[in-house]
């Protein structure tokens, strides 16, 4: 079966879906359409921005979201997922491919999504950090043991694949959490430059931002099961999908346990539709044996 699954935020980079503007014209249709939606010219930073511009949480997702989105459509008759899946900001657009959201609510709820966290980020000065090497469940015993000494918010939020699991929360816990990582047998804990704390408790002010507009989304039966980051289970009921969506900008990614899944439900073949090659990476290291790749667009 065809698995095709969707990168988050940190796979931009500049120049991304330029080819794709200058070779296809369904590309820069939609691409044209998403600069009216935005009410600026995301294009210009997309192909001819500084890296610090694309940084920049409220463009980098919808970024990352066009690019991703904009391949998919490309494929035209080879894209055929049978189950589709998105890291964090990536589950909007397997939602979108998959027929769940259309292309200009998706593009409208990832700006409203990257608003909001933004915004949460300015409020909470916050961190990540990614833990290598050192068994999930030691990472989140330490993480509740940091949470426990008064130093702020410490939980696991990204399940990348095994032995690499992102924390997030206040940066004083982050920092202890790290030290106390390396100390348990880490082979590293890398402060990530991030704008702050996603999947974690801190964002529950863009969750609530969020909420209302997602509620006044219209979402549609998809095509094929959206196995989301919540519960890493497939959804195919609208209004389950909305409600995990909600819920996802405080809960944990839960990306190792989506792979496994998808493999067990019969995944034979994975193919990352967006930017850069990091899930590539993940898939492999969760199940060497799967066939993953990423996708060639003209």
């Given at each position: 079966?065809?698995?095709?699954?969707?990168?988050?935020?940190?796979?931009?980079?500049?120049?991304?879906?330029?080819?794709?503007?200058?070779?296809?014209?369904?590309?820069?249709?939609?691409?044209?359409?998403?600069?009216?939606?935005?009410?600026?010219?995301?294009?210009?930073?997309?192909?001819?921005?500084?890296?610090?511009?694309?940084?920049?949480?409220?463009?980098?997702?919808p970024a990352v979201f066009l690019h991703s989105v904009i391949t998919a459509i490309c494929m035209?008759?080879?894209?055929?997922?049978?189950?589709?899946?998105?890291?964090?900001?990536?589950?909007?657009?397997?939602?979108?491919?998959?027929?769940?959201?259309?292309?200009?609510?998706?593009?409208?709820?990832?700006?409203?999504?990257?608003?909001?966290?933004?915004?949460?980020?300015?409020?909470?000065?916050?961190?990540?950090?990614?833990?290598?090497?050192?068994?999930?469940?030691?990472?989140?015993?330490?993480?509740?043991?940091?949470?426990?000494?008064?130093?702020?918010?410490?939980?696991?939020?990204?399940?990348?694949?095994?032995?690499?699991?992102?924390?997030?929360?206040?940066?004083?816990?982050?920092?202890?959490?790290?030290?106390?990582?390396?100390?348990?047998?880490?082979?590293?804990?890398?402060?990530?430059?991030?704008?702050?704390?996603?999947?974690?408790?801190?964002?529950?002010?863009?969750?609530?931002?969020?909420?209302?507009?997602?509620?006044?989304?219209?979402?549609?039966?998809?095509?094929?099961?959206?196995?989301?980051?919540?519960?890493?289970?497939?959804?195919?009921?609208?209004?389950?999908?909305?409600?995990?969506?909600?819920?996802?900008?405080?809960?944990?990614?839960?990306?190792?346990?989506?792979?496994?899944?998808?493999?067990?439900?019969?995944?034979?073949?994975?193919?990352?539709?967006?930017?850069?090659?990091?899930?590539?990476?993940?898939?492999?290291?969760?199940?060497?044996?799967?066939?993953?790749?990423?996708?060639?667009?003209?």
């Amino acid at each position: 079966m065809k698995a095709f699954v969707f990168p988050g935020q940190g796979a931009q980079f500049v120049g991304m879906g330029k080819d794709l503007y200058d070779n296809n014209e369904t590309a820069k249709d939609l691409f044209e359409k998403a600069n009216d939606i935005l009410g600026y010219r995301i294009t210009d930073i997309m192909f001819e921005g500084t890296d610090e511009d694309l940084k920049q949480t409220k463009v980098t997702q919808p970024a990352v979201f066009l690019h991703s989105v904009i391949t998919a459509i490309c494929m035209g008759d080879d894209f055929k997922p049978e189950m589709v899946a998105g890291h964090s900001l990536g589950e909007f657009s397997a939602l979108v491919a998959a027929g769940a959201l259309s292309f200009e609510d998706g593009l409208k709820l990832v700006y409203a999504r990257a608003m909001a966290m933004q915004k949460a980020c300015e409020k909470q000065p916050s961190t990540m950090a990614a833990i290598i090497g050192l068994a999930d469940e030691k990472v989140e015993e330490i993480c509740a043991e940091v949470s426990k000494m008064g130093k702020g918010v410490c939980v696991a939020a990204n399940y990348n694949n095994p032995g690499q699991l992102v924390i997030s929360g206040d940066i004083e816990a982050i920092n202890e959490a790290c030290e106390q990582l390396k100390a348990a047998g880490a082979k590293r804990a890398l402060i990530l430059k991030v704008g702050g704390a996603f999947h974690s408790p801190l964002m529950q002010p863009a969750k609530d931002e969020l909420q209302t507009a997602i509620e006044n989304t219209e979402f549609h039966t998809p095509k094929c099961p959206v196995y989301q980051n919540v519960d890493a289970n497939a959804h195919t009921d609208a209004a389950e999908i909305k409600a995990n969506l909600i819920a996802q900008l405080t809960s944990p990614v839960r990306w190792t346990q989506i792979v496994q899944h998808m493999i067990a439900d019969g995944a034979t073949e994975f193919t990352e539709c967006g930017p850069g090659k990091a899930l590539k990476g993940m898939i492999s290291k969760i199940n060497k044996e799967v066939n993953v790749h990423g996708v060639v667009t003209e």
